[in-house]
């Protein structure tokens, strides 16, 4: 039975996943079914795009790119203020598909839509604060500055489990930026996709800039042709290290620019002198909420081993009281896995980890119920186990003693991912060996809370094979300009650079 949300946000039974702006074009690509997770059976729907189909989505992308770029800035922020009011009207249908596609509980779901609303807003304040730097020059009445302009149409590859969030992080700043951008979010969520491409498209069109937004629904082959497009200047790209290590050789090669947001292994180190109490309610949530599929989700929890025992009691004890269930009752902390695949890789995982020395010390079965429901699970495990060192996108935690802070850091930092990363410690000394440059070497690295549930204000991104991308706030706009350095002589020498002389 089709949800009501479904005629509110404009979708049927059978959707064209090809959007040039709020144009549809006829898709003649494979046609995906999305299924609710909960429940396993097919919500509706969206035929992808072809390569014939993709030609017509990057012609109207760079047409678009042409008239916006020459609008002023603040101009271009009046359309984003717009789409922000458009995705408050909607917040609650918005986060109702989320949770339909993507299993989501309801308030993670609306507030992946929320935090679409509050990149809007900051993508209006910055739309005024573009700026460059004026430089002193070494010569006389020389003015040598930077400047930012438009980079082009921008490639907008994303994830299944941020479904909405992450375009928005990547269009709003785009838009302001002066870029179109043509979206390919994950062939498993492609209603949220069409959801947002129409609302943001309507609002394009009503600034008179119709094919701002497009969106391009496909699998790994579309992908591959939105990499190699010589059109496109920046590819931002979500997902698996995997992926990110293929988007990477595709676009270096035709020396295009990437923005690479890749998978993560997070850490969080409790010392001796931390609050308990403060450390059980992040791990929790960090390592349980969306059923462990954030990048930023908690998998190595690094335990000082004289209170171990103490906190996997705790632990254990929390884990129990996770309601898991539907993702639309409110009561429910903890929603499905995304697809029987999900469950296979965390079953996998679990045997794995058990050959290698690991203990299961709660959960990690599947739920006898229709969709993909699983208990998350604790493994008491050691450093230096292959299956630690792995990103499995599910509710696993791996908890791993240590002696000494240096002991931990390195546990900590021996990974090839360089995500998020967190201590929790009642010592200034211990809390600023962790953030000093011996100390996390992950791009995000907090003190007394959590790995996930990152604030817009701060670039979001992190080091080694996560990429070394940073999207949302800080100076993250840049990655979507281009910057030109300028020199302008005022006077009638022509004094050279480095003193050089060279007299006819
Ligand atoms: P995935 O790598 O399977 O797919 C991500 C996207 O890449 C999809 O749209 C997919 O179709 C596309 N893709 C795959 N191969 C491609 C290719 N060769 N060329 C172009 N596009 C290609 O990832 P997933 O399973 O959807 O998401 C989970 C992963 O994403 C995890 O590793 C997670 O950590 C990561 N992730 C990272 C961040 C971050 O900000 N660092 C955020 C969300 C998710």
């Known amino acids: 039975m089709i949800d009501p949300v479904f005629a509110t946000l404009g979708l049927e039974t059978e959707n064209s996943g090809v959007l040039a702006g709020s144009q549809a074009i006829q898709a003649t690509g494979p046609r995906l079914a999305s299924r609710n997770p909960a429940t396993g059976e097919v919500l509706a729907y969206a035929q992808a795009a072809s390569p014939g189909d993709y030609e017509q989505v990057a012609e109207v992308a760079v047409k678009a790119f042409a008239r916006w770029r020459s609008r002023p800035a603040p101009v271009r922020g009046a359309l984003i203020r717009d789409l922000g009011d458009a995705l408050r009207l909607q917040k609650q249908n918005l986060g109702r598909l989320v949770t339909l596609e993507a299993g989501k509980i309801r308030t993670e779901a609306e507030g992946e839509v929320q935090e679409m609303i509050d990149m809007c807003d900051y993508a209006v304040g910055l739309s005024r604060c573009l700026h460059g730097l004026t430089i002193a020059s070494e010569r006389p009445v020389h003015r040598l500055m930077e400047q930012w302009h438009p980079l082009g149409p921008v490639g907008i ?188 890789s965390m079953m996998q995982a679990l045997e794995q980890a058990a050959e290698q020395g690991g203990t299961i010390v709660t959960g990690g079965k599947r739920i006898d119920r229709p969709g993909w429901f699983v208990e998350p699970a604790i493994v008491r495990a050691t450093g230096d186990m292959p299956i630690v060192a792995e990103e499995t996108f599910a509710p696993i935690l791996y908890v791993i003693p240590y002696r000494t802070l240096d002991e931990a850091i390195a546990i900590q930092n021996g990974v090839e991912q360089g995500l998020s990363s967190a201590i929790f410690t009642d010592r200034v000394t211990e809390a600023e060996r962790f953030l000093s440059a011996e100390g996390s070497d992950c791009g995000i690295a907090n003190v007394n809370l959590g790995t996930s549930g990152a604030e817009i204000g701060g670039a979001f991104g992190g080091e080694k094979a996560t990429g070394g991308g940073r999207e949302a706030g800080s100076d993250a706009w840049k990655a979507y300009m281009r910057r030109q350095t300028c020199t302008i002589n005022g006077g009638s020498a022509l004094p050279l650079a480095q003193g050089i002389r060279f007299e006819l």
């Open 157 to 344: 590859i994303t994830a299944f489990n941020f479904p909405v969030a992450v375009w928005a992080w990547n269009a709003t700043l785009a838009a302001v930026c002066g870029d179109s951008t043509i979206w390919k979010p994950s062939p498993i969520t492609p209603l949220t996709a069409i959801a947002v491409t129409k609302i943001a498209s309507q609002v394009a069109e009503a600034h008179e800039c119709p094919g701002l937004f497009s969106l391009c629904l496909g699998e790994t082959e579309i992908g591959e042709r939105m990499v190699a497009d010589p059109r496109l200047p920046l590819i931002s790209a979500t997902g698996s290290c995997r992926m990110g290590r293929r988007v990477a050789e595709v676009v270096g090669a035709r020396l295009g620019r990437t923005l690479l947001e890749l998978g993560g292994n997070n850490a969080v180190i409790v010392t001796p002198s931390a609050n308990l109490d403060l450390a059980l309610r992040a791990v929790v949530f960090a390592a349980v909420g969306t059923a462990g599929q954030r990048c930023t989700t908690l998998r190595r929890l690094i335990v000082h081993e004289s209170i171990i025992d103490d906190l996997l009691a705790r632990l254990g004890h929390a884990y129990k009281s996770v309601r898991i269930g539907d993702p639309a009752d409110d009561s429910t902390l903890m929603g499905p896995l995304i697809n029987e695949q999900a469950v296979a």
